[in-house]
């Protein structure tokens, strides 16, 4: 049996203003080609299907289109939670009427220990189960137990359905959790606070395959059983590097076969360039990925009036720019950075840009006197 | 053939603040008996399924409830159009997932033009038809045509609908619209500023019945199989004397043979109450339904201190409170209610109610000491 693992596609995401949903758009059109041409026996999500749990109607529509495409035109089942971004009452609604479809949305406990059963030659009968996201007061309150962290709360989840395995079976779990020692990126919202999140990953040693979704960067712990598939697509500049994609999963009667990486590939990657401002505007004039979402860090050590019109000329998708040539570091305490030039020397560069000539020696004059009567003003 | 015609649900509609989920829910179970004990071929919801396009997730999960018992536990397929109300978009959701068990939701043009055909022996087929809730716009957007009236859009969608009969089967429709020279109240949203909202029954002829939703009021316009079945229970206190309910819609070879009010009964009636206040708390203690929405207007004519607490006493959910007694006619030329009483007689009754005992002589005069300053000080 094969299967696709995938998580975290937040539809509907913005990154600085921008609107992924296009970037969403093509990339899940690589995903449905590549079912189109590889067809499996599934298709997992492992949370985190929306950005938030009242997604913008756009996103909605995306999706019900994929999963028209897979479900429907492809007979490609699909299996998803919710996660800590989607509001699962939400996300769930109906979900019962989907099943024969082929489309499950498992967002509640009573679904949870349903599994959906799907079945192949290779592997006999596989049984699907799905976690929805849940924090310990949630189970807490479903279950009148006493669990107080994450940790507690997959122990007890798991071997609730662990009780019900039924040994002719082999059995795959779809959660959404941060699995201790895994890396994280900058676009995870955290899902405690103080750090009480962390959830130890012997609690899935009993299953097959755990395809698992929350943190962006592709990676398993423990055992290469134990995944997550990553993201869809990167979703801050601390992910330039992650190779983003979905996870092929082959099984068998015995179990676990193998887990293979299949990349996709966003319109536009997020990428981090770094040097002085007209080194910059040069190479991008050779970059054939100039309209990627870019950080600039510029490293020029004088003020440069509109450097963001500038490098938007060539890079039309810079989203931040920032400028540690203008910082040093502060010797104070702190360690605060603090502007290293004085207001004459800036203003002296801002003049030089915008008048393409130097400042006269009246003029430096007249300038410094400025400066000295507004410092006379503000200490007063 | 037997159906159900229901409409304007408003999931999650608040009334004075007051959530109404609770009564809906038992009115919702009231129909649900209904269907246990008299089958029916399907139940049609004709929009306004929600109060709003992001209703609550309690709504949503009633929703979900209602529909798993109707469709999965009573093998009775629903139809339903989003109203004015919703939205489309949201609760199409996944739609065409979820027709194989039996929950048709149309939400959309393409939708529209593919029939849920059912079939019994009186009928033979039947042709389900749903025109989701659109304004001139949206249906110029779609067909690229030049309809700038509500009534041109219908006369169009419906000539749309027309032109794919199929004379061998019978014909429904439903629609959420304002028909011409039907009866309103006060709890519709209307659907255009200015009134160019309405709608000529004339389109709707050539079909067996037509399943209308918007008016809150059970009524049928221009012939008797063009109907609006009312609100689930009253929305407002203008539908005090309205009978809610669904209408039993029988049809045969033929067409249209009956349509018959089934009553549904809300926990607490919506009702208004009238009189002075010591009379209207004697009666409640007699009233077994004290407990009901009310408005009440006190008729008594002298200020009263916190009548809302002593009604309540008795009425537990008095939602608004008039007092005509204290407001007389204005001669004034915009016919602008006043108070009819001076500040000392209002003072004398507020004295006499929270010392029970009337002002002496000289507090008369220390009170109207204290008025005059004040208005001295206001006309300065």
């Given at each position: 049996?094969?299967?696709?693992?995938?998580?975290?596609?937040?539809?509907?995401?913005?990154?600085?203003?921008?609107?992924?949903?296009?970037?969403?758009?093509?990339?899940?059109?690589?995903?449905?080609?590549?079912?189109?041409?590889?067809?499996?026996?599934?298709?997992?999500?492992?949370?985190?299907?929306?950005?938030?749990?009242?997604?913008?109607?756009?996103?909605?529509?995306?999706?019900?289109?994929?999963?028209?495409?897979?479900?429907?035109?492809?007979?490609?089942?699909?299996?998803?939670?919710?996660?800590?971004?989607?509001?699962?009452?939400?996300?769930?609604?109906?979900?019962?009427?989907?099943?024969?479809?082929?489309?499950?949305?498992?967002?509640?406990?009573?679904?949870?220990?349903?599994?959906?059963?799907?079945?192949?030659?290779?592997?006999?009968?596989?049984?699907?189960?799905?976690?929805?996201?849940?924090?310990?007061?949630?189970?807490?309150?479903?279950?009148?137990?006493?669990?107080?962290?994450?940790?507690?709360?997959?122990?007890?989840?798991?071997?609730?359905?662990?009780?019900?395995?039924?040994?002719?079976?082999?059995?795959?779990?779809?959660?959404?959790?941060?699995?201790?020692?895994?890396?994280?990126?900058?676009?995870?919202?955290?899902?405690?606070?103080?750090?009480?999140?962390?959830?130890?990953?012997?609690?899935?040693?009993?299953?097959?395959?755990?395809?698992?979704?929350?943190?962006?960067?592709?990676?398993?712990?423990?055992?290469?059983?134990?995944?997550?598939?990553?993201?869809?697509?990167?979703?801050?500049?601390?992910?330039?590097?992650?190779?983003?994609?979905?996870?092929?999963?082959?099984?068998?009667?015995?179990?676990?076969?193998?887990?293979?990486?299949?990349?996709?590939?966003?319109?536009?990657?997020?990428?981090?360039?770094?040097?002085?401002?007209?080194?910059?505007?040069?190479?991008?004039?050779?970059?054939?990925?100039?309209?990627?979402?870019?950080?600039?860090?510029?490293?020029?050590k004088h003020a440069i009036l509109d450097?963001?019109?500038?490098?938007?000329?060539?890079?039309?998708?810079?989203?931040?720019?920032?400028?540690?040539?203008m910082?040093?570091?502060?010797?104070?305490?702190?360690?605060?950075?603090?502007l290293a030039r004085g207001e004459l020397d800036m203003f002296r560069d801002f003049f030089l840009e915008a008048k393409q000539e130097p400042l006269t020696e009246l003029q430096t004059q007249a300038i410094s006197q400025v400066i000295q009567s507004l410092k006379n003003q503000e200490s007063n």
């Amino acid at each position: 049996m094969k299967f696709l693992h995938t998580s975290d596609w937040h539809l509907g995401r913005h990154f600085h203003n921008v609107s992924l949903l296009d970037d969403q758009r093509q990339v899940l059109n690589q995903l449905i080609d590549y079912i189109t041409l590889h067809p499996v026996d599934a298709l997992l999500i492992a949370g985190d299907i929306y950005d938030r749990s009242v997604p913008p109607t756009t996103a909605i529509e995306l999706l019900d289109d994929v999963l028209t495409r897979i479900c429907q035109q492809l007979h490609t089942p699909v299996i998803m939670i919710p996660g800590n971004h989607d509001g699962a009452k939400r996300l769930g609604f109906a979900a019962q009427h989907m099943q024969s479809s082929g489309l499950h949305i498992i967002s509640d406990f009573t679904q949870m220990l349903q599994p959906v059963v799907l079945s192949s030659e290779q592997a006999g009968e596989v049984a699907f189960y799905g976690m929805p996201y849940s924090d310990p007061e949630q189970v807490r309150d479903a279950f009148k137990n006493k669990v107080s962290t994450h940790d507690q709360a997959h122990q007890f989840l798991c071997q609730q359905i662990v009780d019900t395995f039924n040994p002719a079976q082999r059995h795959v779990l779809l959660s959404h959790c941060f699995v201790d020692g895994a890396s994280t990126s900058d676009s995870e919202r955290p899902l405690s606070i103080g750090g009480a999140d962390c959830v130890n990953h012997q609690h899935f040693l009993p299953f097959d395959y755990v395809a698992l979704g929350h943190l962006h960067q592709p990676q398993y712990k423990g055992q290469e059983y134990i995944r997550y598939s990553g993201s869809l697509m990167k979703y801050s500049f601390s992910e330039q590097y992650h190779k983003k994609g979905m996870t092929l999963v082959e099984l068998n009667q015995e179990g676990f076969v193998s887990a293979q990486p299949i990349p996709l590939t966003a319109p536009h990657d997020m990428r981090i360039i770094e040097g002085e401002l007209e080194t910059l505007l040069a190479l991008g004039q050779q970059d054939p990925h100039a309209d990627d979402y870019l950080l600039v860090r510029l490293m020029d050590k004088h003020a440069i009036l509109d450097p963001m019109e500038k490098l938007r000329r060539v890079y039309p998708n810079v989203l931040h720019l920032e400028k540690p040539g203008m910082l040093m570091d502060s010797e104070q305490p702190m360690g605060r950075a603090r502007l290293a030039r004085g207001e004459l020397d800036m203003f002296r560069d801002f003049f030089l840009e915008a008048k393409q000539e130097p400042l006269t020696e009246l003029q430096t004059q007249a300038i410094s006197q400025v400066i000295q009567s507004l410092k006379n003003q503000e200490s007063n």
